[in-house]
């Protein structure tokens, strides 16, 4: 059963960046479709953005397009979020979740292993 943790999150100013990673263990994230969520106080959990088993197919959240990259290094058994140009809506506590075989899509139910989370704050 593999375990996640998240690291990197930290307090920014608007129009910052922040790197995002999520270390796994007791498992190997190349078996895994990869992704992260996050939840804002008082809001539902949503979806950042994914990447699928075994190839470079991501997705990504409108509100995070063309700012958040995802990637993954299998070597390392490591997942990233790389995020330019933040933005105070941005907030919230940022999860990494995995699960075995095919990309489940963007409804976070559907994930079954998650970290711990780390908190981003993007101040204005």
């Known amino acids: 059963q593999v375990q996640l943790g998240e690291s990197g999150g930290g307090l920014v100013q608007t129009g910052g960046s922040l790197r995002l990673s999520c270390a796994a263990s007791?498992?190997?994230?190349?078996?895994?479709?990869m992704g992260w969520f996050r939840q804002a106080p008082g809001k539902e959990r949503e979806f950042v953005a994914a990447i699928r088993l075994r190839s470079s197919i991501t997705h990504y959240a409108d509100s995070v397009k063309g700012r958040f990259t995802i990637s993954r290094d299998n070597a390392k058994n490591t997942l990233y979020l790389q995020m330019n140009s933040l933005k105070p809506e941005d907030t919230a506590v940022y999860s990494c979740a995995a699960e075995p075989g095919a990309y489940p899509g963007t409804s976070y139910h559907r994930w079954s292993y998650w970290g711990q989370g780390t908190q981003v704050t993007v101040s204005s």
């Open positions: 007791g498992g190997t994230i190349s078996n895994y479709a």
